[in-house]
């Protein structure tokens, strides 16, 4: 069975981005992935000191809730990530956890240890902006993404974004609810998706 690792970073509970994502992961069949999810708000995950630990053992120095996370990339399929949009980036939850992924640069890069080279896998990013549409509201995350998701293996596989929840919530929109289902429906043949509502 596949498994689909699926990180909600957003502190508020059963808001826009935990919609976002729950909608995706909905329309995924059971019976083919199994899905993990994780709630970023709920784990004890400590900030990347760049004490380069992780450059000289492969491991990270802090034994905290990311060890589970880290076990999370190595077994996973596909990887979403959802955070809202903070000061045009992901939030302070999402890119602390981003953050501690230092140590796949570190495997790969300072160990030369060969992670998940030749595996295919997919990260999914999901985001909501409070503010009404332009065009590049969410520019400021993607280069974030790209890297984080080049870090851990994955293909960045697309994007979907909702603009204008502040006045329009997630929960009030059908056609995003409809789309998101879709792409959770047909997650194994998604590839360089870009939806912005």
């Known amino acids: 069975m596949k498994k689909v690792l699926a990180l909600m970073g957003s502190p508020r509970r059963n808001k826009n981005t935990e ?14 992935y199994d899905v993990n999810k994780v709630v970023l708000k709920n784990l004890d995950i400590n900030h990347c000191t760049g004490c380069e630990h992780c450059g000289r053992t492969s491991n990270c120095a802090f034994k905290d809730d990311m060890i589970d996370i880290y076990n999370g990339f190595d077994d996973s399929d596909i990887i979403i990530l959802a955070s809202p949009l903070y000061f045009n980036s992901i939030n302070g939850l999402s ?13 790969k890069y300072v160990l030369g240890e060969n992670y998940k080279r030749n595996e295919t896998r997919k990260g999914i990013f999901l985001s909501v902006g409070g503010a009404p ?31 204008n929840t502040d006045n329009n919530p997630i929960i ?7 789309e998101l289902n879709i792409i959770g429906n047909e997650i194994d043949d998604l590839k360089n998706f870009y939806l912005h509502r």
Not at 19 to 32: A, E, F, H, T
Not at 95 to 107: A, E, G, L, P
Not at 172 to 178: G, I, K, M, T
């Open 19 to 32: 919609k976002l994502l729950d909608y995706l992961l909905d329309g995924i069949d059971k019976s083919v």
């Open 95 to 107: 890119k602390n956890m981003v953050d501690r992924c230092q140590r796949y640069w570190s495997i």
């Open 133 to 163: 549409f332009t065009h590049n509201q969410f520019d400021g995350t993607i280069p974030i993404i790209d890297y984080f998701f080049k870090a851990i293996n994955a293909e960045y596989a697309g994007n979907y974004f909702v603009s």
């Open 172 to 178: 009030d929109r059908l056609e995003v609810q409809q």
